[in-house]
């Protein structure tokens, strides 16, 4: 089945240990659909600016996202500046430029109104609840946020909660909307806001996912050397919300092989800058490594 994701296509400048890269092709929208795809017809919502290489329309297509409602509109591509020194698990924004973002209003084709799964990544829960309006009953709705927006739109977000079924943040977003410290009875509050699964990410130290029935933690990937760590939180939402869009129910068996899928594409976006790692990845590729890390897990 199809998998529709409203979220960000943007152009990141980012530094590292490792390097510095500017003006990849980035935003929440296009690091889901990379892991995403390799489970489901993926189609993008999203928003480009006139600045916007052909380029990298012509890669998402030929990486087989459907681009129909990727809008391009007069002015600038949303712009993203960011850094990371000691600890890789905390980006540091340095510029935010909204651009065309701004001034955005998804709209999608009477055709994938009727797609039954869909995925809210991180933009305004204002523009995430326009767009799930216009979806016609879906059978699964995920919905990834950021501290910002639990800062200044908490209000508009925890009315969307309700309409959810998952809910992906990671430790310090989840945190920060529930008001508890605890990660268990953080995910407990947030779920009692609505959403019947709440997924949170924990970075280097894996995942917690927690439904009425079952509380699951999966751990991370072992890795030695993160060159980028930008868009690792929805790689993992692309693989466990892909692998759920194909999957029968939320029981307790397949939301863990979906955190584990999603935990196996995270650990490849991290190994070089923007999509290099992604954008090559396979099937193939994401089967051995689940054999690898699960010998190394013991799972």
Known sequence: MSLIVLGTVALDDVKTPFGFKKDLLGGSASHFSMSARLFTKVEL??????????????????????????????????????????????????????????????????????????????????????????????????????????????????????????????????RSLSGETNLIKAAAYLRSLGPKMVVIKKGEHGCLVQSRDFTAAIPAYPHHKVIDPTGAGDTFAGGFMGYLSRARGLDLSNVKRAAVYGTVAASFNVEGFGLTRTAHLTSDDLERRLREFRRVASF
């Open 45 to 174: 919502v999203a928003v480009i600016g006139e600045d916007f290489p052909g380029r990298f329309i012509d890669f998402l297509s030929r990486k087989g996202v459907v681009i129909d409602s990727l809008q391009r509109c007069g002015g600038k591509t949303f712009h993203w500046s960011g850094k990371y020194e000691g600890d890789l698990n905390a980006a540091i924004t340095l510029n935010t430029e909204l651009g065309v973002l701004a001034s955005f209003r998804p709209e999608v084709t009477s055709s994938q109104k009727r797609i039954k799964n869909v995925f809210l990544a991180n933009v305004d829960p204002d523009l995430q609840r326009h767009f799930l309006r216009q979806m016609i009953s879906p059978r699964l709705v995920g919905l990834d946020t950021m501290n910002y927006w639990i800062n200044n739109k908490r209000a508009s977000l925890i009315r969307l909660l309700k309409e959810v079924h998952v809910f992906v943040a990671n430790d310090q977003e989840a």
